[in-house]
């Protein structure tokens, strides 16, 4: 179905792990590896304080529940050598690591004109991407290469808002994190959380994945 006129301008942002892809656990086993330098075993309910937010951050966030310091040499180094483990898992990636209903749902939008973006915090976002085979899909990218402040602050979407030539007030976010979430309301924009509803309870409605989605859901959420 073709959207009404008062949706034409309708766009939607998406975050890419945990939303499109699920790269969140390769982030994870990098973390994990690293933090055992420091004799402190990261846990998956600590690893969700680092979901949305930056590398430099999730390190800062690391070294604080390990109370371990570093020199900002070896801090430095210590980002590199993160990326450079999650890399080895994202170069075996393919289109088999696409989350259920979202190459779906992505031409669905095609379909009835609206456009779309990514929103990620993360720098290797365009990479993945192309592993993926969706790169070309999207009508604008910004990932944490673009940005000065990583989520919760609400200048990823903003951007990705301002690359679509689209009002904020006209953006749905797709979001699997607390701080995504947050970043898409302080944006002024709609939010569908993608996972659990207990933890995402700051969105909008919330959603398992996007297979359950329809394009009525997106117009009944934008006239709320």
């Not at 846990?43 to 070294?63: A, M, P, W």
């Not at 690591?97 to 031409?107: A, K, M, R, S």
């Amino acid at each position: 179905m073709e959207l009404g006129i008062l949706y034409k301008m309708l766009a939607c942002l998406f975050d890419l792990d945990g939303v499109i892809v699920d790269t969140a656990k390769y982030h994870f086993l990098a973390w994990k590896r690293l933090a055992s330098a420091w004799n402190f075993d990261l846990t998956e309910e600590q690893n969700e304080h680092l979901k949305g937010v930056s590398r430099t951050e999730s390190l800062e966030i690391i070294l604080k529940l390990a109370h371990h310091t570093l020199s900002k040499e070896a801090f430095e180094e210590a980002l590199q050598i993160k990326n450079e483990w999650f890399l080895d898992f994202v170069n075996e990636m393919n289109e088999n690591e696409i989350l259920e209903g979202v190459t779906d749902f992505l031409h669905l939008l095609k379909q009835n004109k609206i456009v779309f973006s990514l929103a990620s915090s993360s720098k290797n976002a365009k990479n993945i991407l192309q592993k993926i085979g969706l790169f070309e899909q999207f009508d604008a990218i910004v990932d944490g290469n673009d940005i000065i402040n990583s989520k919760p602050d609400p200048e990823i979407f903003e951007k990705a808002a301002k690359k679509l030539n689209t009002d904020t007030k006209k953006c749905i976010v797709f979001e699997d994190a607390v701080a995504g979430v947050e970043a898409g309301k302080r944006a002024g924009m709609k939010v569908i959380g993608i996972g659990d509803k207990e933890v995402l309870k700051e969105a909008d409605i919330v959603v398992k994945n996007l297979k359950e989605l329809t394009i009525k859901d997106l117009e009944n959420l934008l006239s709320k």
